[in-house]
């Protein structure tokens, strides 16, 4: 017999869990359908962030970033430790420790909020039916007024560098190593390549970052990614670009390495590792997740196809997060759940996709929001820009923490913020009060007539907003450009 529900979710990533919930809230009969399993065979929630994806990796970064830390930074805070040794199950078991208590969180929400809890696989067969298949093989079918797919990402493999997660791993597998690989390759400097590169740079490795684009980080505005790479490159990572991967040959014997061959602008080479990370990039999972009959389409790259309102073609079946367009961050998965569950419910919502921050967590955190000077150019915009080195500011002094700077663009006419870009320490949390003030259309001076907290990492984005008009107190005005 078919259940009836208004809503019935297929995956409870960031996307889904919070559009079940939002859902539930409004008083919706909800259901939500999940096939993920851990090594235990229970079903667990929260999807690819949760359980391999934006926790599991801060866990580690945090982690291996408090012991670079006390062993490279001790010193000149006039602490002396000794043998400060790395213990790398007891890091992988604390990792696991905050997964489980988010996912458990998850699943008491579930239960909070009066949402069925489906487990197994989901396949939508019409626009108000979802078939259901158990791990053990039972059918069951969801009749629903409203269906949203939540399906998410998985990585990309490569033919050159097939994964089998102990000698090539993918994301997941490199949150899973034993211990400390002495050589680590890493294909792609995007943002998994840096974070879990820098993850495992800091805790000894040899890190070697293989990317096959000549431009490094091309979405960055170019000032900040030049930093970037400096910084990077100070630290540790060797990052090689123009780098084209062409073949891999795991060695014979119990313990594996990996010879790769690559060619770049200086030809034809290859180069040994014990690990190698496999981080090009991700792709919508949409396999087994649609019935031909049901008449959902795809786009040219494979995402379900959605307008802004995240409504596929077919009337009352909605995608959202990763599994559609746009960039494939957890922030984006939510308010496409909320804004959805908020439309079937006869409300009014939409997704300010001009708005959407970015953060490589790596150290220094790099951020970003709205445009870079690259794109506005681009669009003829004239700008100004208003630019703080932490080098001038006392709280980064005081933390031994005064690598990078804050940027921010505001429009020449207006005076409104355009576009703010931070390499810095807690550049994601400093981020954040650009994106309020961007949401509000706030100007430059709007942000100058504020009084911030001092002393303080925050006083940065005001002396970058007084500098925008030449104003800042504690900084030369003479970079001001148009
Ligand atoms: P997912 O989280 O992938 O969830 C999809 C869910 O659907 C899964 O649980 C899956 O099992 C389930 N599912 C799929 N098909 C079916 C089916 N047929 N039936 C039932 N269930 C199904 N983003 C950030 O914003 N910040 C970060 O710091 C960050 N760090 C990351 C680090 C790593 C290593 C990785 C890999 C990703 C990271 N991301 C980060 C990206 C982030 O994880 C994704 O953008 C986010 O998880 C997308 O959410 P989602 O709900 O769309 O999909
Ligand atoms: P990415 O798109 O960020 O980077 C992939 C990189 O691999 C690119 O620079 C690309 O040019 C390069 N590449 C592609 N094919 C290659 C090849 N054959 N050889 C060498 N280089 C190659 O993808 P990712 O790092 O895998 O991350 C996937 C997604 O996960 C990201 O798009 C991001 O949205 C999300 N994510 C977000 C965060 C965060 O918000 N902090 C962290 C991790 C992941």
């Not at 969180?105 to 158990?134: C, Q």
């Not at 970037?228 to 991967?245: C, D, F, N, S, W």
């Not at 000077?373 to 080098?391: C, M, R, T």
């Not at 009084?451 to 030449?470: D, I, K, Y």
Request: proline share 3%.
């Amino acid at each position: 017999m078919s259940k009836e529900y208004d809503v019935v979710v297929i995956g409870s990533g960031p996307a889904g869990y919070v559009a079940a919930i939002r859902c539930a809230q409004l008083g919706l009969s909800t259901a939500i359908v999940e096939k993920w399993r851990n090594s235990n065979k229970e079903t667990v929630h929260g999807g690819t962030c949760l359980n391999v994806g934006c926790i599991p990796s801060k866990a580690l970064l945090d982690s291996s970033y408090k012991y670079f830390e006390a062993k490279e930074h001790s010193d000149v805070h006039g602490i002396k430790l000794q043998n400060v040794k790395i213990d790398v199950p007891a890091m992988i078991a604390r990792k696991d420790k905050v997964v489980s208590q988010l996912t458990q969180g998850v699943k008491g929400l579930f239960t909070a909020n009066k949402i069925d809890d489906i487990a197994g696989a989901g396949k939508v067969v019409s626009k108000n039916k979802v078939k259901v298949i158990s791990h053990d093989g039972e059918e069951q079918e969801l009749t629903a007024k409203h269906i949203i797919i939540a399906a998410g990402s998985v990585p990309i493999n490569i033919p050159s560098a097939p994964i089998d997660q102990e000698t090539i791993v993918d994301s997941t597998g490199a949150l899973e190593f034993k211990e400390v690989p002495k050589r680590l390759g890493v294909i792609g400097a995007g943002i998994i390549g840096l974070e879990l590169g820098s993850v495992w740079a800091r805790l000894g490795s040899e890190v070697v970052v293989l990317e096959a684009l000549e431009d490094f980080l091309p979405a960055v505005d170019k000032q900040i990614a030049k930093e970037t790479l400096k910084i990077l490159e100070k630290q540790g990572l060797e990052i090689k670009l123009g780098a084209r991967v062409t073949d891999t040959k795991l060695s014979k014997g119990a313990k594996k390495t990996v010879t790769i061959d690559f060619s770049d602008t200086q030809g034809d080479q290859k180069a040994e590792f014990d690990k190698l990370i496999v981080a090009v990039g991700r792709r919508p999972f949409t396999d087994d997740l649609l019935e031909v009959s049901a008449g959902v389409e795809l786009d040219e790259r494979g995402f379900i196809k959605v307008n802004d309102q995240c409504e596929t073609n077919v009337p009352g079946v909605h995608a959202v997060g990763d599994v559609v367009r746009g960039p494939m961050l957890a922030h984006k998965a939510m308010e496409e759940g909320i804004m959805v569950a908020e439309r079937i419910a006869d409300k009014k919502m939409q997704v300010n996709y001009d708005l959407i921050p970015s953060v490589i967590y790596t150290h220094p955190e790099i951020a970003w929001i709205g445009k870079n000077e690259e794109e506005l150019k681009a669009s003829g915009i004239d700008y100004n820009i208003g630019v703080f080195p932490f080098a001038a500011s006392g709280r980064a002094l005081a933390a031994n923490d005064s690598d990078g700077l804050i940027k921010l663009l505001a429009d020449t006419q207006t005076d409104r913020i355009l576009g703010c870009h931070i390499i810095g320490a807690s550049a994601a949390d400093l981020l954040q009060q650009i994106v309020i003030a961007m949401e509000f259309s706030a100007s430059a001076e709007d942000i100058g007539l504020t009084m911030f907290s001092h002393p303080s990492l925050s006083e940065g984005v005001h002396e970058a907003a007084l500098a925008v008009n030449g104003h800042a107190i504690h900084i030369s005005n003479r970079k001001r450009r148009k």
